[in-house]
């Protein structure tokens, strides 16, 4: 009978103790069969998947279907009747009208609990049975026109009727004692029924036949005529139980323990081989043939074959042996000594990479040069390459280029956010869940022993109670060790020293000093305009053609275009946000292309702000110097460099010192500093020292939000002070970048080539530097340096001398002072 017996005897008897179920009013099973109030004549139709409701049954039934759970959902909210139907095909699909059975039973809904899949749970209990006579409508759900059955029983008090009763319940207890998956107390439960109608629902209910049989039996209208065939169906059943209960006893007599386990084992072998897979000794065979062949140590072939042997000796339905097999396979799997021919066509190389990157000389130069010792000494170690710079000047593309240069695998793995040691070295495999870290499954990945590997983004690792991922890279990045890599779950030396690592990192400083030792820093720096544009015309703007399905004949760019692209919606180092702005042109031009609009394929620089409005930002930053006490000064930030204001006002007061703009410790020791140094020189500068004992003095950097420090400021913030001071002018279009000393030394300072493309962003023409900073702007291109001109200091009094002028603000301020002492 049904596995559901518990759950439906339980329901289907009032008087039972529910466990762990809300008591629900269930009312006796011969008044719901005999009450003809409140029955429409038009029903509401759940159609069921295999399930049969019989009258006077309380069965559970979960709704799925959209149409379904509305259709409840009314109904409960209403009379709480519905008519339950079953399918003829047992399909997930909405049921059509010919899906359908014609008999059904009148349902009343007893509790509806709605689950947190959104789904809807009823218990339902059975009426009276009634036929379908008409589908009248489909939406929202079904509904048909119903004539309601009558259900009929012979006269109980005759002989014949109350041994057909007595049979049957003496079936129901044979089959109970012969099924020990159902309940004991089922059988109490049959034996309270008196109602010869509704034993014969009950049993027909829980009677294990299918759907089709079922139905057949709620059809029969006749009680009698139902008794004896579901009398039919219980002895078939007792059949099956008897014979499945003498093969179990026979079987545990004939196998012991054993015989058993190798009687399962040989049948899974035969199902295996039955249905094309392995047995385990094949799988194992296949292995040991697969070891055979790889070019690995001796060391490693005899871990892999002890390793094989282990598991020929355990159990192939225990947990541990798919781990065993896992572990094995990786191992087979792995590209021990499997390398691939590197190119040494150094001219081919050289194309590749100026044809993937416009610019990046020095990068590619040092490159080839890696190629070329490569060329010369085939064995040597790989170099650990780390390209430092602003996002977006091409870091990671650049290993992409250098794997198809020399035609190697290329893999990448993103250590940002990287906060387990265990995802460098893996976990050991007593763990469950055990894996190796991701330098041996991208090595895996690639198939090769050498790919090109780029770790990116490597000054973003994070570290926690679960280890420092960094230092567990110290092994990996150093040629001298990583020849001997030990991973945790491999258990056994790995060489790395064949793979070029390629590091990407924004910023220096967050990287573990160990760990940048062992790295080469290429320094990448942003781009100018001029490239810019030439990178959007070469490389952006093709590639997002591709990409929203354009080409070349639809969209063209002038030269002035990308100009006012670079110009005016971008202003970064690198060139994300230029392909962005390029992507946003291309989409309204491919939405007019799409809704057959008139466009213009050729765009000019007025066309631009049309299709992205007014421009972000505006090329000359520079602010004037109408106002005494702003400066323009430079700055390096992770992102590439940066102009900045330094404004100073002077008010009525005590001499006291107020900076702002988020300010950080060494950016306040800079403003202290050069205040320091002009009350001490304040006669050289011809300062009446008064001013500094009755005003005070307040210096702000703009965009207050934004944290900043560095000693770089130092000059920027000195000459600030001296122009609000004196209330003279500063120089027109010129910035400046330097630390200071008490003694009015000027420092060098960092970061020159990405200070220098800010200025040239902001079209500022004259630059203030320390005279040792000079070889840095020699190094740099002529390209980068065109249309400035550098004022290289040693002193403060030369930097004043080149950024305060002889000429004073205009509506100066007229400085209130009270006499000295001794006047």
Known sequence: MNKDFELLEKFANPSANLENVEMIEIASPDEVMESDENLPENLPLLPLRNTVLFP????PVTVTRTKAIRLVKKAYRGDRTLGIISQVKQTKE????????????????????????????????????????????????????????????????????????????????????????????????????????FLTHFLSSNLNIDISEKQLLLETYDGGEQAHKLLEHMLKEVEVLEIKKDIQSKASSDIDQQQREYYLRQQIKVLQEELGSDSPDQEIEKLRMKGAKKKWSPEVNEHFNKELNKIQRLNSMAPEYAVAVGYAELLSDLPWNDSSGDS??????????????????????????????????????????CFYGPPGVGKTSLGKSIAKALGREYVRMALGGVHDESEIRGHRKTYIGAMPGKIIQNI???????????????????RDQRGDPSSALLEVLDPEQNSAFKDNYL???????????????????????????????????????????????????????????????????????????????????????????VGTVVRKIAKAIAMEEEYNSSLKAGDIEELLGQPIFDKDLYEGNEMAGVVTGLAWTPVGGDILFIESNLSRGKGVLTLSGQLGDVMKESAMTALSYLKSNSDSLNIDYRIFQHYDLHIHVPQGAVPKDGPSAGITMLTSMASIFTQRKIKNNLAMTGEITLRGKVLPVGGIKEKILAAKRANIKEIILCYKNQKDVEEIGEEYTKGLKFHYVDLVPEVLEVALLKTKVDNAIEFILPKPKDE
Request: proline content about 4%.
């Open 56 to 59: 006077g049954i309380v069965i």
């Open 94 to 197: 909405e049921p059509k009208e010919d899906d359908l059975y014609k008999i059904g039973t009148v349902g009343n809904i007893l509790k509806m609990i709605v689950l947190p899949d959104g789904n809807v749970t009823i218990i339902v209990q059975g009426r009276r049975r009634f036929k379908i006579t008409s589908i009248l409508k489909t939406n929202p759900y079904l509904t048909a026109a119903v004539e309601y059955i009558t259900d009929s029983f012979p006269n109980g008090k005759k002989k014949e009727t109350k041994a057909l009763i007595s049979t049957l319940k003496d079936t129901a207890a044979n089959i109970l004692n012969l099924n020990p998956e159902i309940p004991r107390d089922a059988q109490l439960a049959i034996n309270n029924i008196e109602s010869p109608i």
């Open 344 to 385: 040494f066509n150094l001219k081919r190389a050289k194309k590749i990479l100026d044809e993937d990157h416009y610019g990046l000389k020095k990068v590619k130069e040092r490159i080839i040069e890696y190629l070329a010792v490569l060329k010369l000494r085939k064995d040597m170690k790989a170099p650990i390459l």
């Open 444 to 462: 895996n990945k690639a198939k090769k022993s050498n790919p090109v590997f780029v770790l990116d983004e490597i000054d973003k690792i994070s």
């Open 491 to 581: 258990e056994v030396d790995y060489d790395l020293s064949k793979v070029l690592f390629i590091a990407t990192a924004n910023s220096l400083d967050t990287i573990q000093s160990a760990l940048r030792d062992r790295m080469e820093i290429i320094e990448l720096t942003g781009y100018t305009v001029a490239e810019k544009v030439e990178i959007a015309k070469r490389h952006l703007l093709p590639k997002q053609l591709m990409e929203h399905g354009m080409t070349a004949k639809d969209l063209k760019l002038s030269k002035d275009a990308l100009t006012k692209l670079v110009e005016g919606y971008t202003r970064e180092s690198g060139v994300r946000a230029l392909e962005q702005k």
